[in-house]
């Protein structure tokens, strides 16, 4: 995975590159396509993923196939962390 950190815009010092991309690399990673209209090239996912260090975190992105590009990422809230849990354990 190749991602894009050009002109971030949101504050990367709440959530770390580095835990960004380890969320994405979750083998249990849970990524959903939201319901709502964009245009087809600007089309964004949620992704719900762990870093190493346990750490649940939340991020919208979209991709072209190759490159991914964050445009929001945050620590999971009780309720992501909790439906997280329950796929992993569908999963099981």
């Not at 939201?34 to 087809?40: L, M, Q, R, T």
């Not at 964050?70 to 009780?78: G, S, Y």
């Amino acid at each position: 995975m190749e991602f894009d950190w050009l002109d971030v815009n949101f504050d990367l010092s709440k959530v770390a590159p580095r835990e960004i991309e380890e969320s994405f690399e979750d083998p249990f990673a849970v990524r959903i396509l939201p319901d709502s209209p964009y245009g087809d090239e600007e089309t964004r996912y949620f992704c719900l993923g762990k870093a190493v260090t346990g750490r649940g975190v939340f991020s919208v992105f979209w991709t072209d196939g190759k490159r991914y590009r964050v445009i929001h990422a945050r620590e999971m809230t009780p309720d992501e962390d909790t439906f997280y849990e329950r796929k992993l354990a569908e999963i099981k």
